[in-house]
């Protein structure tokens, strides 16, 4: 059975980082297409960004030099990590970031950055 699962949210000072953490199980989603979302408090959803199999494909230009995308295999667990490392957050990243592994999303991790 596919399986979502997200990991990684909490609070953070201004300027500090975190890694989020996409683990897809199961066929339907194992080394798909995958974005992060957020969904800020009070504001409409955004894509943030997107993964095509190994590859980077795109970011919004509010996290552009701050945010990462990348993915590992787990040949031996037959599933794939995709990560979203954020560094210099500022108080506008606190959010519910959600992943979207193809046709399924995550529960999303919130993310709050304040003093």
């Not at 194992?30 to 997107?50: D, I, Q, S, T």
């Not at 979207?100 to 919130?110: F, I, S, V």
Request: hydrophobic share 35%; aromatic share 8%; glycine share 10%.
């Amino acid at each position: 059975q596919a399986r979502v699962a997200e990991s990684g949210g909490g609070l953070v000072q201004p300027g500090g980082s975190l890694r989020l953490s996409c683990e897809n199980s199961g066929t339907a989603v194992r080394f798909a297409n995958v974005a992060w979302y957020r969904l800020p408090p009070g504001k409409e959803r955004e894509v943030v960004a997107r993964i095509v199999q190994w590859r980077p494909l795109s970011y919004a230009d509010s996290v552009k030099g701050r945010f990462t995308i990348s993915r590992d295999k787990d040949e031996d667990k037959d599933k794939d990590t995709v990560y979203l490392q954020m560094s210099d957050l500022q108080a506008e990243d606190t959010a519910v970031y959600y992943c979207h592994a193809g046709p399924l999303w995550g529960p999303g991790p919130p993310v709050t950055v304040s003093s």
